[in-house]
């Protein structure tokens, strides 16, 4: 059971925290569908109920996530609230456990997974990605140039 928020203004800021199509999310997708690659979003994950994947490319089966530093560990960003300090870090930690629980369910099934951070740049993540698809998409024994 959740404890009740430390203050109004807790309540309110966390009823507010979108869950999907965050700015670093849609900034991402346009940038991708920008450049022709083609993706399912917020789709569940094979056998995992309540978990769902970001970006996916079924043909390449990429499985994008784009994580909150708050909500997922962030090394260098997350920090820790003072107010029910116990019970937030028993549930950051069990966030945690449930990423690594996803990705190792998803490579097991021959997907590859692929995390960023909401602090790295929608054009970082964006390239990445699509390095990712397209290394996937040649045919094998094709390198590519890049001019």
Known sequence: MSPTASSPSVAARM?????????QEVAVRRLLHSWGLRYRVNTPVPGMPRRTIDILFRGPRIAVFLDGCFWHGCPVHATSPKANAEWWRAKLDRNMAR????????????TTVLRFWEHETAEEVARSVGDAVRAQQRPSGVSETRH
């Not at 009823?15 to 700015?23: I, K, P, Y």
């Not at 690594?100 to 490579?107: A, C, G, I």
């Open 15 to 23: 009823s507010r925290q979108a869950s999907r199509d965050t700015a």
């Open 99 to 110: 990423d690594l629980e996803t990705t190792e369910h998803l490579r097991a099934a021959g």
